[in-house]
Nanobody, 123 residues
Framework: QVQLVESGGGLVQAGGSLRLSCATSGRTFSNYAMGWFRQAPGKEREFVAA???????YYADSVKGRFTISRDNAENTLYLQMNSLKPEDTAVYYC?????????????????WGQGTQVTVSS
């Protein structure tokens, strides 16, 4: 099993930037595909970005060109650099892990989750 802990959320003005981190422990980080999801109040959890060895990195259309997912296998940490933030990016952001390297954008395909970190973008 793998444990995930997110950090880096906060309050930022529209157009600003934040970098989220997801520290992992418990199993070999490099063996897992990793993803970021978000959930706004009253909405379902939605895919943001993911990184998997077989397919590389991929993004939701809503964040493409603004967000960058990266991972440091030596530090067992996943990152999400978020630039040009918009009020509609406001949500709780979760990192997730799955022991498979294929493309996966559905939350149900990730068995391991962090507790989430709040991102609020003011207009």
């Amino acid at each position: 099993q793998v444990q995930l802990v997110e950090s880096g959320g906060g309050l930022v003005q529209a157009g600003g930037s934040l970098r989220l981190s997801c520290a992992t422990s418990g199993r070999t980080f490099s063996n897992y595909a990793m993803g970021w999801f978000r959930q706004a109040p009253g909405k379902e959890r939605e895919f943001v970005a993911a990184s998997a060895h077989l397919v590389g990195t991929y993004y939701a259309d809503s964040v493409k060109g603004r967000f960058t997912i990266s991972r440091d296998n030596a530090e067992n940490t996943l990152y999400l650099q978020m630039n040009s933030l918009k009020p509609e990016d406001t949500a709780v952001y979760y990192c997730a892990a799955r022991p498979a390297q294929s493309r996966a954008t559905m939350a149900t395909m990730y068995p391991y989750w962090g507790q989430g970190t709040q991102v609020t973008v003011s207009s």
